[in-house]
């Protein structure tokens, strides 16, 4: 079978509540969003995405998840405007992240809450034809595939962030001294990719070996190669949903659960 790469994104995204956060009446911390748009080259798109996980200990996490899901899509947005990323670094990456904090402050002044409440992690890219931005803060994580590669691999972006004791990462948040941000721009055509927050890591991850689970990814991004398509394909969407809100996965992860998956490819790989 040739290999071949569509033009248009499609994708789908799914979110379900953990069963120990359902257990005591806890709303999912979790947030996404996604949006393909124009690129900054007539012709060409971006494909926008977030994920974020609320800290399960601070009590307006899921408002924290929601706000730095729409700040860093409003970033991307305007990175669009620009006419190339060759100046885009990881001071550029903090400046949003501190956007984000400043929007916890102002929401917090007005609720009139302790601001330690608002913490996330947060995971976003911003893809474009031939170059990718990529920036996270904490623990989930990216998979991609690159368009010059024959094989049906996925490889991750950047490895779990954990902190200092087991089972803790690192946070977006304004009480926080110091935020570490990984950061990456990535100078290579991506023509699939999925960006997914703890809940999933232990299926979608080896954590001896630190490779990507090919098991996990290989079934879910079948049906998101269909040229016919573009945007987001709702129906599998509606699907995910329900695979991550299964006893099956239920079974390996009690966690909130947040992915987002997209490809623009149009063929499946050649048979080995």
Same mark, same amino acid.
């Given at each position: 079978m040739s290999l071949r790469t569509g033009s248009s994104w499609r994708y789908m995204a799914g979110i379900a509540a953990g069963p120990a956060h359902r257990m005591v009446g806890t709303p999912c911390q979790d947030a996404y969003a996604v949006e393909v748009r124009a690129g900054h080259l007539p012709g060409t798109e971006a494909l926008l995405a977030v994920v974020a996980d609320g800290a399960g200990s601070r009590a307006y996490s899921q408002v924290?998840?929601?706000?730095?899901?729409?700040?860093?899509?409003?970033?991307?947005?305007?990175?669009?405007?620009?006419?190339?990323?060759?100046? !885009?670094?990881?001071?550029?990456?903090?400046?949003? !992240?501190?956007?984000?904090?400043?929007?916890?402050?102002?929401?917090?002044?007005?609720? @009139?809450?302790?601001?330690?409440?608002?913490?996330?992690?947060?995971? @976003?890219?911003? !893809?474009?034809?031939?170059?990718? !931005?990529?920036?996270?803060?904490?623990?989930?994580?990216?998979?991609?595939?690159?368009?010059?590669?024959l094989e049906e691999q996925w490889d991750w972006v950047f490895w779990p962030m954990r902190g200092e004791f087991d089972n803790t990462t690192m946070f977006v948040s304004p009480d926080a001294e110091e935020i570490p941000i990984q950061f990456a721009v990535i100078d290579e055509p991506i023509d699939e990719l999925a960006l997914f927050t703890d809940g999933i890591q232990g299926l979608a991850l080896q954590y001896a070996t630190q490779q990507v689970h090919l098991p996990f990814f290989k079934p879910l991004f079948e049906p998101l190669r269909d040229p016919?398509?573009?945007?987001?394909?709702?129906?599998?969407?509606?699907?995910?949903?329900?695979?991550?809100?299964?006893?099956?996965?239920?079974e390996r992860s009690d966690d909130d659960k947040a992915i987002i998956m997209a490809s623009r490819r149009a063929t499946g790989w050649p048979a080995s």
């Open positions: 924290a998840s929601r706000i730095i899901c729409s700040t860093l899509i409003h970033e991307f947005r305007e990175l669009l405007t620009r006419p190339s990323f060759l100046d !885009i670094h990881e001071d550029q990456a903090a400046e949003w !992240i501190q956007h984000c904090v400043a929007r916890e402050l102002k929401l917090a002044e007005r609720m @009139g809450v302790d601001p330690y409440g608002f913490a996330c992690t947060a995971v @976003g890219v911003c !893809i474009l034809p031939q170059q990718s !931005i990529f920036v996270q803060v904490g623990d989930g994580a990216i998979v991609v595939h690159k368009e010059a590669s016919a398509r573009a945007g987001e394909m709702l129906e599998l969407s509606a699907m995910l949903d329900a695979f991550l809100d299964s006893e099956r996965v239920a």
